[in-house]
């Protein structure tokens, strides 16, 4: 019964590389969601990701930014060429879908740095 | 702009004192939850409200729901240290959509 499991917990990168973040839903959970989190501040909204599927990029900056949800295997948030304004905390979510009440399942997050 | 707004954003109390925390929108909601985010972790489902009027109790924390589903209050009595961290207030649209967070810390 493991929950959302995001990997790494945290990664450093220099300006113009490359971060790769994975998020593992809940087994059984078919949606996923991407938040950022700046310090002391709420979440904000990235995207959204059924099974093979974007269902709502919104959030997502228009470039640079990119996410996937493959039918077997992790989600992926891929940011390319990251710039300073990149370093935060970023939140993968999971939920059974279907119901806008049921609640969300957080993983612990990856805290990027872009140095 | 913020579509659900948290007040106060900061406070900070000693223990065994009252507090409540606000959210408000001028959107309704067909529901509203609560969550708790301590440092260095993700945010942790406390409640679901959703019918109008709507009062949970989860122990010294009671939630409510706004008859007109656009606000919901948090109550928490004789606060503890270990109440402190992050409350956020989300509604769905599709998605969740978070206030900003009302960090609380109390004193011992």
């Known amino acids: 019964n493991a929950g959302v499991m995001q990997n790494p917990r945290h990664l450093v990168r220099r300006r113009g590389q490359e971060a790769r973040l994975r998020c593992s839903p809940v087994?059984?959970?078919?949606?996923v969601y991407w938040y950022r989190q700046l310090p002391e501040e709420g979440l904000k909204f990235m995207v959204y990701l059924q099974k093979e599927n974007i269902i709502d990029e919104s959030g997502m900056p228009k470039e640079r930014f990119s996410a996937e949800f493959p039918k077997e295997g992790p989600s992926i948030l891929r940011i390319q060429q990251v710039v300073r304004g990149d370093s935060a905390a970023y939140f993968c979510?999971?939920?059974?879908?279907?119901?806008?009440?049921?609640?969300?399942?957080f993983g612990s997050g990856t805290r990027l740095t872009v140095v | 702009t913020q579509l659900l707004e948290q007040s106060p954003q900061f406070l900070s109390i000693q223990e065994g004192e009252n507090l409540t925390v606000y959210c408000n929108s001028s959107s309704v909601f067909s529901s509203l939850q609560w969550y708790r985010q301590e440092p260095g972790e993700g945010p942790v489902l406390l409640v679901t409200v959703v019918t109008g009027g709507e009062v949970k109790k989860l122990k010294r924390l009671t939630f409510q729901f706004g008859d007109a589903r656009k606000d919901s209050s948090l109550h928490i009595t004789a606060a503890q240290p270990g109440d402190t961290g992050l409350y956020l207030c989300a509604g769905t649209r599709g998605k969740l959509i978070f206030g900003q967070g009302t960090t609380l810390q109390v004193k011992p």
């Open positions: 979510a999971s939920s059974q879908g279907g119901r806008e009440d049921y609640g969300y399942t």
């Open positions: 087994k059984g959970h078919s949606h």
